[in-house]
């Protein structure tokens, strides 16, 4: 079936480190790719998607682009800040009842 | 712009006790979701809905009901909580299209005793 399989944490990264959390994934179409992003005590918010492939999603500094030939969607901030300590969710959705299949989560902590 | 709303934010139950967690969206969505959401588990989805009087299961439906009386209103309940049920549960809205993304509720955070 279709699932999500992404980079285990927690990571730890010093402040204007480099970003990478891999994702990737499995499914019988073409689904449209998401990460989402949580913050503590808070619910999910999207941080970026992408539709189709070879699309990048990008949103405050963080980019992720859509291939399909290696079915992957990591998630790149080139220099990271302490306000971008949370945990960070891969998922894809799929056309019927519109169902979005997440990874476990990954913690990303940045330390000043 | 409240967007999805869930209440209770926290309960504690014992277990064997009856409870309903309500989750409403004001922004005419037609399909909504319940999560729940269980260290290194990530998110699992207990059951959706793709409108209005409309129900179906999820990954892990069992020990649930859902009802969906209102199209913003999406109600989950819990007949007899057992502690396996103790989570974070989570509500999210979607407008029906497929490339649509997920609104997410704040989560209730539920204790089974």
């Known amino acids: 079936g279709d699932s999500v399989t992404q980079m285990e944490g927690p990571v730890t990264l010093s402040e204007e480190a480099f970003l990478t959390i891999n994702c990737t994934y499995t499914?019988?179409?073409?689904?449209?790719l998401f990460w989402y992003v949580q913050y503590p005590g808070e619910g999910l918010q999207l941080l970026l998607k992408a539709t189709k492939a070879d699309d990048k999603g990008s949103n405050k500094g963080f980019e992720a682009t859509y291939r399909k030939e290696t079915t992957s969607f990591h998630l790149e901030k080139g220099s990271v800040q302490v306000s971008d300590s949370a945990v960070y969710f891969c998922a894809l959705s799929m056309g019927t009842g519109n169902q979005f299949y997440f990874g476990t989560g990954t913690s990303l902590t940045v330390i000043p | 712009n409240a967007g999805v709303t869930q209440t209770p934010k926290f309960r504690v139950l014992k277990t064997g006790q009856s409870m309903t967690l309500l989750c409403a969206q004001d922004m005419n969505h037609e399909y909504m979701y319940w999560y729940r959401q269980d260290p290194g588990m990530g998110l699992r989805l207990i059951h959706y809905s793709v409108g209005e009087g409309t129900t179906a299961k999820g990954e892990v439906p069992d020990g649930y009901n859902v009802s969906r009386l209102k199209k913003q209103n999406f109600l989950l309940g819990l007949e007899s909580a057992a502690p396996s049920q103790t989570s974070v549960y989570f509500c999210a809205s979607n407008r029906g299209i497929n490339t649509g993304e997920l609104f997410f509720g704040e989560g209730s955070r539920l204790t089974v005793l």
């Open positions: 499914a019988t179409g073409y689904p449209s």
